[in-house]
């Protein structure tokens, strides 16, 4: 891409983030009006952002035949991190509600056979297939339903299947994370994310660790473009579905 194009592609993408996330209509439809300016610039500028994607799937650490699903997987780039012998013998379900990102992902997409694009409310979605991961990647914090869509997750994993989620987030301390953010960082960072739909507080965090008291927690911070020396703390998290369950 030349210079200049590149240029123009981040000046859509600056735009859709500046007008920020519609209000008064259905969650469907403001994820559709934030998005279909920028859909096919998404990848590029959110390659730079959204960080972590690579090592959370590489530490699935999945066998060939493996089923995967993703919730809120928007263009289905995620795919493309998955090993090449993973992504031609697995089966693979992608969730999302957003039209114009499942449309890309549609295109992206279109030669695999092995790859259901689905739309729907990540909160419902439902399947007769158990899963052996569930990946979830920068959407829960997007995601007002977050607790239905957890548990959701939960109940689409086969035991022992795993749930992989890396997402931005703000912790004031205590279990399960090991770093706190200072009051500044939080209000800066949560104050500038909700301007486009993103929730950072540790809600979503703290709903994993419970319902998924066997897990890995990392956490790390990804530089910001354009905001020069600049970081947003963000975390990975892989779960374990228990053998038994007594909910669910
Ligand atoms: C920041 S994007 C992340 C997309 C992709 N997972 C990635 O890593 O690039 C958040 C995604 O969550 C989707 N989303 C938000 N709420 C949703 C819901 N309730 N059900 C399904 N998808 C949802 C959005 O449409 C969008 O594609």
Not at 156 to 176: E, H, Q
Not at 199 to 224: I, K, S, T, Y
Request: with cysteine; charged share 25%.
């Amino acid at each position: 891409m030349r210079a200049l194009d590149r240029l123009r592609s981040d000046a859509r993408v600056v735009g859709a983030l500046l007008r920020g996330m519609p209000s008064g209509i259905s969650h469907r439809d403001r994820l559709d009006q934030f998005y279909r300016p920028q859909a096919a610039d998404y990848d590029r500028f959110r390659e730079r952002l959204l960080g972590g994607r690579q090592d959370l799937v590489d530490s699935l650490a999945l066998p060939e035949n493996a089923s995967v699903l993703e919730l809120g997987a928007g263009t289905g780039a995620n795919l493309d991190r998955f090993p090449t012998n993973l992504l031609a013998t697995g089966q693979f379900v992608l969730v999302d509600l957003c039209p114009a990102l499942l449309a890309q992902s549609k295109m992206r997409h279109r030669d695999r056979t092995n790859v259901r694009i689905v739309e729907s409310d990540a909160a419902s979605f439902d399947s007769p297939q158990r899963f052996d991961a569930v990946v979830i990647s920068y959407a829960l914090s997007m995601m007002p339903t977050f607790g239905d869509v957890i548990d959701n997750a939960l109940r689409l994993l086969r035991p022992g299947g795993k749930l992989a989620v890396v997402d931005f987030y703000l912790w004031s301390g205590g279990a399960p994370a090991r770093v706190r953010h200072g009051a500044l960082t939080r209000t800066f960072w949560s104050r500038w994310f909700a301007h486009d739909g993103v929730e950072l507080d540790g809600r979503r965090l703290r709903h994993l660790a419970e319902r998924f008291p066997e897990h890995e927690l990392v956490e790390r911070v990804q530089p910001v473009p354009m905001l020069l020396g600049m970081s947003v703390p963000y975390f990975r998290f892989i779960g374990i579905k228990p053998a038994t369950l007594t909910r669910s």
